[in-house]
């Protein structure tokens, strides 16, 4: 069996003496650093290249880039996790650090341990993050294979929000769906819409799924749509898997 590879490490300090040491404790930790860079512009345009598993970054660095702005090319391009290594603490430089939503923020100088389990935090936040991006890459893809859609009917707001295959059913309404319940109800035919309140309101009571057959209403004509809905949780009314429409008469939708 493979040994695994040591984790990567990309350091980015502009102060020779500190990123040296820094690189010896990373070192004594098993980490292997495989780039130490001096300015924000060098690991933006490095990242790809050295492909760290996450970047450990001073906040103040000469030239027009600092670390945070690095930071934030380096997440939009790469999605690689960041920590912050910095000596300021102020307000206006935590402000600007939460933007990019770091996944640690440590002030200098720090201690070693405390180094070692903040990359360590880091690395498994990361995984999570991967395995949920994961998840719903595949949910999509399901959606797509089987032209669905999914409607969450959100009771605080009520407010719905769709993705998938929605266009087909609602012609030009735009996907994501965003909008209200009055909206959405406005555009199921007049003689579905008191059944389709009712039985997503008996699904909110009974916390069973329900099916639904009815039509919508729109610039391509009525569409039949078959709904399968379930209260999910004590905020979210109904989460609604909707089947492909077809082109019909709405009367031939309904029960």
Known sequence: MNAPLPINLMLVEDERVIAFDLKNQLQSFGYKVGAVLASGEQAVRKVGEVAPDLVLMDIHLEGPIDGIDAALQIQSQHRVPVVFLTAYAEDDTLRRALDCRP?????????????????????????????????????????????????????????????????????????????????????????????????????????????????????????????????????????????????????SCRT
């Open 103 to 251: 996944f640690g923020y440590l002030v200098k100088p720090c201690e070693a341990r405390e180094l070692h389990a903040t990359i360590q935090m880091a690395l498994a936040r990361r995984e999570v993050e991967v395995l949920v991006e994961r998840s719903e890459q595949l949910f999509k893809q399901a959606l797509d294979a089987a032209s669905l859609g999914v409607i969450e009917w959100q009771g605080d707001s009520m407010q719905l929000h769709g993705d998938g295959h929605l266009r087909s059913l609602f012609g030009d309404r735009p996907v994501p769906l965003d909008e209200s319940w009055n909206l959405f109800l406005s555009r199921v035919d007049a003689r579905d819409r008191e059944r389709v309140s009712a039985a997503l309101n008996a699904a909110i009571q009974s916390g069973d799924p329900v099916r639904i057959e009815f039509s919508t209403i729109g610039n391509g004509g009525a569409r039949c749509l078959e709904a399968h809905a379930r209260a999910v949780w004590k905020r979210t009314r109904a989460l609604t898997a909707t089947r492909r429409a077809s082109s019909a008469s709405s009367a």
